[in-house]
């Protein structure tokens, strides 16, 4: 990142009024640095990790680029793509898997990926039936409010059991509304995921293609160019303790007690966290409900797996309860192949190496395990949760007054998107309106 003003922290900034503070250097809050600087505003980011790019990481393991956060975006995330051609960053794919391995009763069994693809596919079209009623216009969530408003008290749970699916029908799905839930079918809403379908473009093959592409050089170097082109002064090492209004300035506590103080504050902080900062006034009761409830998923780990043994590329679809909600075969590395896996159950230990081994084996079981790199989004203090993903009714109650300023902070996150909550795209939609209402509020 050479065009950005990187500090170890926020101790060697002035003291003195900037336009605009943004909280957090995750893709919402880097899109906002970007959007503000380009209308001349002076802009200082504040970033509680080490490393800039919140939800997303790029690191190394087992002598490869791996993402520990989120790592795919879709030939649909149309603001995603115009900034990877606005950068010149190319984007990659991961190899095919030839198998697919589901879990039953009996133990894992092998299909053909055309196979599973068919049979999967068909099930998440009766999971979603009716979606393209209630979101004709998926961007735009409440376009038809009054056919979402039948529907959003559902959990993902209530839609499996209203379709009657045999335990073999859902244990190919519950995967994926458990997974995608952080753990449990109820809690995510049946909106939710039903939203991205939509937005994917409703059929199978669409969906699978929403989870296909990578940048190359890794969500880092996207994020990095978005900061480079912004020049904005980044401070790492600066949680941000409280951030309080009064005389027409904001003032913002951080690091180690240092204070500072803008017309306008950018909030780009995930929803989990924000009953962690200080809010003086507090919040207005739909983020303070929001914050209270949780939006981003609370149970989600990410693992990287160097196994031997596989001679072929796997996809893992695990059913709900199963360690592994997916695994799934990500290349050849010297003496064996890359997979990377989602586990969103607290009960299984990702610190102890046995029972990762245990857990791979039990769906892979001519795996064996050479090493592995997983982080825990749920216990991360500057996260506490992993991708969002509505719950039950939250749609309706929170938007859109979660969108809206409160007096001169602005709110930006893929959690309160209108349309890709939880992705990358989503981030790059709310980091724009949030620098468009803080420029406003900064005069």
């Known amino acids: 990142m050479d065009g950005v003003d990187l500090r170890a922290d926020d101790s060697s900034v002035e003291r003195r009024?900037?336009?605009?503070i943004v909280v957090g250097a995750g893709f919402a809050g880097a899109v906002a640095a970007r959007e503000l600087r380009a209308?001349?505003?002076?802009?200082?980011?504040?970033?509680a990790r080490h490393r800039v790019g919140g939800r997303t990481w790029t690191d190394a393991f087992a002598?490869?680029?791996?993402?520990?956060?989120?790592?795919?975006?879709?030939?649909?995330?149309?603001?995603a793509m115009a900034a990877l051609r606005r950068y010149g960053i190319g984007t990659t794919t991961g190899p095919t898997p030839t198998r697919a391995v589901v879990t039953t009763p009996d133990g894992p069994e092998s299909h053909a990926l055309a196979e599973f693809a068919t049979r999967q596919g068909g099930l998440l079209e009766r999971l979603f039936e009716g979606s393209r009623d209630y979101f004709p216009r998926p961007a735009d969530p409440l376009f038809r409010a009054d056919l979402?408003?039948?529907?959003?008290?559902?959990?993902?749970?209530?839609?499996?059991?209203?379709?009657?699916?045999?335990?073999?029908?859902?244990?190919?799905?519950?995967?994926?509304?458990?997974?995608?839930?952080?753990g449990s079918s109820a809690r995510g809403a049946l909106t939710g995921l039903?939203?991205?379908?939509?937005?994917?473009?409703?059929?199978?093959?669409?969906?699978?293609?929403?989870?296909?592409?990578?940048?190359?050089?890794?969500?880092?170097?996207?994020?990095?160019?978005?900061?480079?082109?912004?020049?904005?002064?980044?401070?790492?090492?600066?949680?941000?303790?409280?951030?309080?209004?009064?005389?027409?300035?904001?003032?913002?506590?951080?690091?180690?007690?240092?204070?500072?103080?803008?017309?306008?504050?950018?909030?780009a902080l995930p929803v989990n966290v924000w009953k962690h900062v200080r809010f003086h006034p507090g919040l207005p009761e739909a983020h303070a409900t929001a914050t209270r409830q949780g939006v981003g998923v609370p149970h989600a780990r990410k693992l990287w797996l160097h196994v031997r043994g596989l001679d072929d590329d796997v996809v893992v679809s695990g059913a709900e309860g199963d360690p592994f909600a997916a695994l799934s075969s990500q290349g050849r590395v010297d003496d064996g192949q890359l997979l990377f896996g989602l586990n969103t159950l607290p009960a299984l230990d990702i610190?102890?190496?046995?029972?990762?081994?245990?857990?791979?084996?039990?769906?892979?079981?001519?795996?064996?395990?050479?090493a592995y790199r997983a982080h825990d989004w749920g216990?991360?203090?500057?996260?506490?949760?992993?991708?969002?993903?509505?719950?039950?009714g939250q749609l309706l109650a929170q938007l859109p007054a979660i969108q809206q300023p409160h007096g001169r902070l602005a709110f930006a996150t893929a959690d309160i998107a209108s349309g890709w909550v939880g992705f990358v795209e989503g981030a790059f939609e709310s980091g724009a309106r949030a620098a468009a209402q803080a420029a406003r509020i900064a005069g």
């Not at 002598?63 to 603001?79: A, D, K, N, T, Y």
């Not at 029972?355 to 892979?364: N, P, R, W």
């Open 17 to 20: 009024d900037h336009d605009v």
């Open 379 to 392: 216990a991360d203090p500057y996260s506490r949760g992993a991708w969002a993903l509505r719950g039950p």
């Open 148 to 182: 979402v408003r039948r529907v959003d008290h559902l959990s993902l749970r209530d839609r499996l059991d209203r379709l009657g699916l045999t335990p073999a029908e859902e244990a190919l799905v519950s995967g994926i509304t458990a997974g995608q839930s952080g």
């Open 39 to 47: 209308l001349g505003l002076r802009v200082l980011v504040l970033e």
């Open 194 to 267: 039903a939203q991205w379908w939509a937005l994917a473009g409703s059929t199978p093959e669409d969906w699978y293609a929403g989870q296909s592409l990578r940048p190359v050089e890794g969500m880092s170097a996207l994020i990095g160019a978005i900061l480079d082109e912004s020049r904005a002064t980044v401070c790492l090492n600066s949680p941000v303790h409280s951030i309080a209004q009064a005389g027409g300035r904001v003032r913002v506590t951080a690091g180690l007690g240092r204070e500072h103080a803008a017309k306008a504050v950018v909030v």
């Open 351 to 370: 610190r102890d190496r046995a029972s990762v081994e245990l857990a791979l084996k039990e769906v892979l079981p001519e795996a064996s395990l050479v």
């Open 63 to 79: 002598g490869r680029s791996v993402e520990l956060g989120g790592q795919f975006l879709s030939p649909g995330h149309e603001l």
